[in-house]
């Protein structure tokens, strides 16, 4: 039987924006300009004299019928990318392409890649930070490690550890054989950050006073900012503290110029991993998990 395609490029370009719900990362992730995509998508909507989507400026929303076909495509998709992945595993058995939180890959992982080099010489990670949750099927991440609530023990995410957030402040202000104590802080400021993420709750002084049963979080002057650079250069100057993660605080980058706050600790979520459909069959997969989750656990 004679199979009638439309153009691949046309397949693509609509499963890609159908999937993505988005022309601009659509284009971003088949590495064309978004008018490319455009065209290729209403030259598909011509052949099959069919309305795939419904345009409100840069929105773009599936109609019925597109919504009807996507699930099938996309299958399709992933079928022929596990049919060439035998010749591609040829060029790239030996790589990890990595998701992740940049808070995660600066202050965990990149201090922890001279043991993993050592490991395994033979292996190269590709890392892509960003808060952004990475899109598992369709494209070329193999792993993702990300931040939030602890998995079910049904699933297939493999769990890591969970964080948990200190007070922290620069030992400059620390006075020569004096603990640091929130008392010393009526000179500087709580510093609040605010996360990018806004489905996940970001700890918060308000909370840590309750936890530690104060009832003075208002006699203190609170300042606030929306990216950890920001947050760790006004603790350099001596701003006053702030809620840092135990991963940060531990690194070697601040553990020499930070000290903890005496108080509680706040649970934070937790850290998860998670393989594309097509990264089970990779032995480089394996090997990075295999090394992560016992890394974890140190």
Do not use: C
């Amino acid at each position: 039987m004679k199979r009638r395609l439309p153009p691949l490029n046309a397949i693509r370009a609509f499963e890609a924006a159908a999937r993505l719900q988005s022309i601009s990362e659509a284009a971003e992730e088949l590495s064309v300009t978004p008018t490319a995509v455009s065209h290729q998508i209403r030259h598909l909507e011509t052949l099959l004299d069919l309305k795939l989507f419904e345009r409100s400026g840069r929105n773009i929303t599936l109609t019925d019928q597109g919504a009807r076909m996507l699930p099938e495509i996309t299958r399709g998709m992933d079928s022929l990318a596990t049919a060439f992945e035998e010749t591609y595993g040829n060029i790239d058995a030996n790589s990890v392409n990595i998701s992740t939180t940049r808070e995660f890959a600066r202050y965990w992982l990149q201090p922890r890649l001279d043991a993993f080099y050592e490991a395994y010489p033979q292996l190269t990670l590709n890392i892509y930070a960003s808060e952004g949750v990475a899109d598992m099927s369709g494209s070329e991440i193999d792993v993702a490690i990300r931040y939030g609530s602890k998995p079910a023990e049904t699933s297939e995410e493999i769990w890591l550890f969970q964080e948990y957030y200190v007070g922290a402040v620069s030992r400059t202000l620390l006075q020569p054989g004096r603990a640091a104590r929130i008392e010393m802080l009526t000179k500087q400021r709580l510093i609040d950050v605010r996360w990018e993420n806004s489905s996940l709750t970001a700890p918060s002084w308000k909370g840590w006073f309750s936890a530690a049963a104060r009832t003075d979080f208002e006699e203190f002057r609170r300042m606030s900012f929306d990216a950890y650079n920001l947050a760790f250069d006004a603790l350099k100057r001596g701003h006053g503290a702030a809620l840092l993660s135990r991963t940060i605080v531990k690194s070697a980058e601040f553990g020499a110029d930070l000290a903890e706050l005496e108080g509680p600790q706040l649970p934070g979520y937790h850290y998860r991993v998670m393989r594309s459909a097509s990264a089970l069959r990779k032995r480089s997969v394996k090997q990075f998990v295999d090394w992560i989750t016992e890394a974890a656990k140190a």
